[in-house]
């Protein structure tokens, strides 16, 4: 069975039982089926500091909607996702993305970043996040091309559409498609984490050497001298699984790196994707800020610096493409021959979430012209619907939005009234089930993709916390 078979909601789901084992569909939450928070006899990691955030925060929004999404979406990670424990003496964290039980570091690494905040007064959440720290690294020193990884270092995949994939696949992998930004959320992790707490003690000699392998990944996959050593093909239904020859399409030499698949687990169509080697530069800078502190070194922070400079560099001599009116706009992914493709994917990294990164500022006149064209018919996989209006993604079908594409599309807007009509969308998409979900039909609420999906629950509860600090007029 494919992934995609795997995330359908609602009927589809019915129809796939009926035809195959149920054994094949993995269990989903019952409580969050049921539209409600957990007990908190069932919680799977209990924060005192969280639940006073959840208390605060449902009294100050005077919508009982936003309300109730809050206290169930804000601690959704935290009360089904997460199973800790020690290795080798020290935290370790297993973070699942919900309905699937792998660890992906991209996932894993949002799901927790609105908690971050918190952790300077809450022992708990500083274990959490010292677990996670440390178990990303051990995972990244399995294989940097993975994009997500086993609870069991020494087990083989158990996800059915991985077992026969053409790939060096090694113990504690779970699947193995290179995602540049599934080295760039670890990094982006840390340093929120050291920022937040000043707490250095999850930076040892392993994470250490994690840092050095996803800089080496970096150059490596920026083929100045041949392919490198990731290939990866799949025997599937949807081309976007695999990659053409098994290194991805052509491409000329630019300084940018190659990505073989999106953050949708899709493939590229070009290998240089922008919004990937954006995060890159951003996260190798924030690599290179925390450096010295964590005992990597001078050395090395000159190094990440360069890194991303040359990265940069790369993405505005051969990143861009020209919007109706003939002016600049970021390309989603270009091949360094002259060939682009625009499009937009919900999944983040994004064009349309370059400065929630930190790549951009939102009034970036660069950016402004890039996310009018997303939103825009100029984007394949925009869609104006009569429940609906955002971004979706081909990995989820046609004519579906994707919650986490209006959150970014919110905490992108310089403008209330726009601010105000995603919060009023994120209602009507969640308003059937009491959560977030991957995608939702843009003509009807009840079609969607994932009942548990803890990314998008975390999102949002980052999102109205963020407008609660910097625009709490807009939820008065």
Same mark, same amino acid.
């Given at each position: 069975?494919?992934?995609?078979?795997?995330?359908?909601? +609602?009927?589809?789901?019915?129809?796939?039982?009926?035809?195959?084992?149920?054994?094949?569909?993995?269990?989903?939450?019952?409580?969050?089926?049921?539209?409600?928070? *957990?007990?908190?006899?069932?919680? =799977?990691? =209990?924060?005192?500091?969280?639940?006073?955030?959840?208390?605060?925060?449902?009294?100050?929004?005077?919508?009982?909607?936003?309300?109730? &999404?809050?206290?169930?979406?804000?601690?959704?990670?935290?009360?089904?996702?997460?199973?800790?424990?020690?290795?080798?003496?020290?935290? $370790? @964290?297993?973070?699942?993305?919900?309905?699937?039980?792998?660890?992906?570091?991209?996932?894993? @690494?949002?799901?927790?970043? *609105?908690?971050?905040? &918190?952790?300077?007064?809450?022992?708990?959440?500083?274990?959490?996040?010292? +677990? %996670?720290?440390?178990?990303?690294?051990?995972?990244?020193?399995? /294989?940097?091309?993975?994009?997500?990884?086993?609870?069991?270092?020494?087990?083989?995949?158990?996800?059915?559409?991985?077992?026969?994939?053409?790939? /060096?696949?090694?113990?504690?992998?779970?699947?193995?498609?290179?995602?540049?930004? @599934? %080295?760039?959320? *670890?990094?982006?992790?840390?340093? !929120?984490?050291?920022?937040?707490?000043?707490?250095?003690?999850?930076?040892?000699?392993?994470?250490?050497?994690?840092?050095?392998?996803?800089?080496?990944?970096?150059? $490596?996959?920026?083929?100045?001298?041949?392919?490198?050593?990731?290939?990866?093909?799949?025997?599937?239904? #949807?081309?976007?699984?695999?990659?053409?020859?098994?290194?991805?399409?052509?491409?000329?030499?630019?300084?940018?790196?190659?990505?073989?698949?999106?953050?949708?687990?899709?493939?590229?169509?070009?290998?240089?994707?922008?919004?990937?080697?954006?995060?890159?530069?951003?996260?190798?800078?924030?690599?290179?800020?925390?450096?010295?502190?964590?005992?990597? !070194?001078?050395?090395?922070?000159? $190094?990440?610096?360069?890194?991303?400079?040359?990265? #940069?560099?790369?993405?505005?001599?051969?990143?861009?493409?020209?919007?109706?009116? +003939?002016?600049?706009?970021?390309?989603?992914?270009?091949?360094?021959?002259?060939?682009?493709?625009?499009? /937009?994917?919900?999944?983040?990294?994004?064009?349309?979430?370059?400065?929630?990164?930190?790549?951009?500022?939102?009034?970036?006149?660069?950016?402004?012209?890039?996310?009018?064209?997303?939103?825009?018919?100029?984007?394949?996989?925009?869609?104006?619907?009569?429940?609906?209006? +955002?971004?979706?993604?081909?990995?989820?079908?046609?004519?579906?939005?994707?919650?986490?594409?209006?959150?970014?599309?919110?905490?992108?807007?310089?403008?209330?009234? #726009?601010?105000?009509?995603?919060?009023?969308?994120?209602?009507?998409?969640?308003?059937?089930? !009491?959560?977030?979900? #991957?995608?939702?039909?843009?003509?009807?609420?009840?079609?969607?993709?994932?009942?548990?999906?803890?990314?998008?629950?975390?999102?949002? !509860?980052? %999102?109205?916390?963020?407008?609660?600090?910097?625009?709490?007029?807009?939820?008065?």
């Amino acid at each position: 069975m494919q992934r995609r078979q795997l995330i359908l909601g +609602g009927a589809a789901i019915a129809a796939l039982a009926a035809s195959r084992a149920l054994a094949d569909i993995p269990t989903m939450s019952p409580i969050v089926a049921d539209g409600v928070r *957990p007990p908190a006899g069932v919680r =799977k990691f =209990k924060s005192a500091a969280v639940e006073a955030v959840i208390k605060k925060t449902t009294k100050a929004l005077k919508d009982p909607e936003l309300a109730r &999404l809050f206290t169930n979406c804000y601690p959704n990670t935290l009360d089904t996702t997460v199973e800790t424990g020690v290795v080798d003496g020290k935290p $370790d @964290s297993f973070v699942i993305t919900g309905d699937i039980k792998a660890l992906w570091l991209r996932d894993s @690494s949002a799901q927790v970043s *609105p908690y971050l905040p &918190l952790s300077i007064n809450d022992k708990p959440l500083r274990t959490l996040y010292q +677990g %996670l720290i440390q178990r990303q690294a051990r995972c990244i020193l399995i /294989d940097p091309y993975a994009n997500a990884y086993m609870h069991d270092p020494k087990a083989m995949t158990d996800l059915s559409w991985s077992q026969t994939d053409q790939t /060096d696949m090694k113990p504690g992998v779970a699947e193995r498609k290179w995602e540049i930004d @599934s %080295l760039c959320y *670890p990094i982006r992790l840390a340093h !929120g984490y050291l920022v937040a707490t000043k707490d250095v003690s999850p930076f040892d000699d392993t994470w250490r050497a994690a840092m050095r392998t996803i800089v080496q990944t970096f150059r $490596d996959q920026q083929r100045k001298e041949g392919d490198g050593p990731y290939k990866f093909n799949r025997t599937a239904s #949807e081309p976007t699984e695999t990659l053409a020859h098994g290194y991805g399409w052509p491409t000329r030499v630019t300084g940018m790196i190659h990505s073989g698949f999106r953050p949708s687990d899709d493939a590229c169509t070009y290998p240089y994707f922008i919004p990937g080697n954006a995060f890159a530069v951003v996260s190798l800078r924030q690599l290179a800020d925390i450096s010295e502190m964590t005992g990597l !070194g001078a050395a090395f922070k000159a $190094d990440c610096l360069a890194l991303a400079a040359e990265v #940069e560099t790369a993405m505005h001599a051969h990143g861009k493409m020209k919007d109706a009116e +003939g002016n600049d706009i970021w390309a989603y992914e270009v091949d360094g021959y002259g060939n682009a493709l625009f499009m /937009d994917d919900a999944n983040v990294p994004s064009l349309l979430s370059l400065p929630y990164l930190g790549f951009c500022a939102k009034d970036d006149p660069l950016y402004v012209r890039t996310r009018a064209a997303v939103l825009s018919a100029r984007n394949p996989y925009y869609y104006a619907g009569k429940v609906l209006k +955002g971004v979706g993604s081909p990995h989820s079908g046609l004519n579906t939005v994707w919650p986490i594409a209006l959150m970014m599309q919110a905490l992108t807007s310089t403008d209330d009234a #726009e601010i105000k009509a995603c919060l009023a969308e994120l209602k009507a998409a969640a308003a059937p089930r !009491g959560f977030m979900n #991957e995608s939702v039909g843009k003509d009807d609420a009840a079609i969607f993709t994932r009942s548990w999906f803890a990314w998008a629950n975390s999102l949002f !509860g980052e %999102l109205i916390l963020t407008l609660l600090a910097e625009k709490p007029a807009l939820l008065s």
